[in-house]
Structure formats: structure tokens, C-alpha cells
């Protein structure tokens, strides 16, 4: 029967003694630890976060970098055709919607994950070229920024079962100079499209995270019994 009186029985005593024992010797029992396990759910929010936060770094470093490269590459109204060559410089973005939801969450990843990686190849190299210490360091602290974008699309494919896609992320090989613009007007074509295609890339990836976590239940907290001194 339940004690509601507020007086203790000679049972609920033993009880009692027996609690405040445990709670004078709790180093020496286990230890109950509460943990939040770093499910797909979280990776996945995680990397959403990390996209929309690189899109608000890439428009302070676009502007930065297109005021460096001068007009007519930093006046609004800019808007040139891409070039056509014969090796295409960066990885373009340019796929029709419907096609690229058609895909499977896993080509998706992949796609993503091989886009960026690339693109932060030549990034690095721009990062080497440019002549202001200011622009230097936008360019190193938006490189870390997306090499950690890259290994956050890894850690979600990880969790999910997806393989890591396979091949090199660096641009083609080849003799020195072989893939460089054959003068400074097109050399500065070649930095603004990558910076467009960043930009469209981003947008579209923050799109592709944010169905995604819907698709993905939240991480689970789980309470883990450490056993110490046993």
C-alpha cells in the first residue's frame, strides 16, 4: 500500500538509510552520464548551418576580391556569358533543378562533395596570387571555412551509410601553365565565375541540407552507464 501520510514505515526507513548511503558513496558506483550522440540528423543541421554561413562570407569576400580585380568586374551590372574552353576551369553549377532534385540523396552528396573540394584547390591558388594582406587573409579564413564544409558533407555521408566518392579533388594535371588563361582580362574572367559558381553552388546546397534534415529524425540523447573501479 501506498505511504501518502507523510510518516515513514519501517520499510520506507530501510529504504531511505539505503538511498543516503548510495548518495554519501557515489564515486565508487557507477557513473550515469547523459549524452547527446552525434546522429545524421545533427551532422546534417550542422552542415545547413555551416552553408548559409558560408554564403554570408562569401558576399563580404566577392566584394572584397571584385574591387580588387577592378572594373568592369566590380560594377553591379556586370554579368557576362561564360566562356567556353576547353577545360573548364571550375566546376559549374549550372544543372536543371528538376534533373538535380531527380537525383538520389547519395549523387547528390557526391556531387557536393567532389564540387568543393575542387573549388577549394582553387581558391588556395588564388589565395597565393592576390598582392593585399586584407584579401589574404579573407581568402585563408574562407578556405578553412569551406575545407570544414567539406569534411562536414564527408561526416554526413559517413552517417548515412554513403562511401566517400573516389578520385582526386585537385584540378587536371598538366605542364605548368597549361590551363592558365592566355592573358590578365581572362585570368580575371576565370576568378569571377568561381566565384559565381561558389555562390550558386551554396545556394543550391543550402536548399539540398534543409530537404534533407526533414527527410533525417533528430538525434537521440541517451543516458550511457560508465563503470568505474569494477
Not at 175 to 191: E, I, Q, R, T, V
Amino acid at each position: 500500500m501506498l505511504n501518502v501520510t507523510g510518516e515513514l514505515s519501517g520499510d520506507s526507513w530501510g529504504i531511505f538509510t539505503f538511498l543516503c548511503a548510495a548518495l554519501c558513496n557515489l564515486p565508487a558506483l557507477p557513473a550515469l552520464n547523459c549524452s547527446e550522440e552525434l546522429g545524421a540528423g545533427q551532422s546534417i543541421q550542422q552542415t545547413y548551418d555551416l552553408t548559409r554561413y558560408l554564403e554570408h562570407q562569401l558576399r563580404t569576400l566577392a566584394g572584397t576580391y571584385l574591387n580588387y580585380l577592378g572594373p568592369p568586374f566590380n560594377e553591379p551590372d556586370f554579368n557576362p556569358p561564360r566562356l567556353v574552353r576547353a577545360e573548364p576551369r571550375v566546376p559549374s553549377a549550372t544543372v536543371d533543378l528538376d534533373l538535380w532534385r531527380g537525383l538520389t540523396d547519395n549523387a547528390r552528396l557526391a556531387a557536393n562533395y567532389r564540387a568543393y573540394s575542387r573549388l577549394l584547390c582553387y581558391l588556395r591558388l588564388l589565395d597565393g596570387q592576390v598582392g593585399t594582406a586584407e584579401l589574404r587573409h579573407r581568402l585563408a579564413h574562407f578556405c578553412a571555412s569551406l575545407q570544414g564544409l567539406v569534411l562536414s558533407i564527408g561526416g554526413v555521408m559517413s552517417s548515412l551509410g554513403y562511401p566517400l566518392p573516389a578520385g582526386p579533388a585537385a584540378p587536371p594535371a598538366g605542364p605548368p601553365g597549361a590551363h592558365a588563361a592566355p592573358n590578365d582580362f581572362l585570368k580575371k574572367m576565370d576568378d569571377f565565375w568561381l566565384l559565381k559558381e561558389l555562390q550558386t553552388w551554396l545556394w543550391r546546397s543550402a536548399k539540398d541540407f534543409n530537404r534533407l534534415k526533414k527527410k533525417v529524425p533528430p538525434a537521440v540523447v541517451t543516458l550511457r552507464l560508465e563503470a568505474r573501479g569494477f
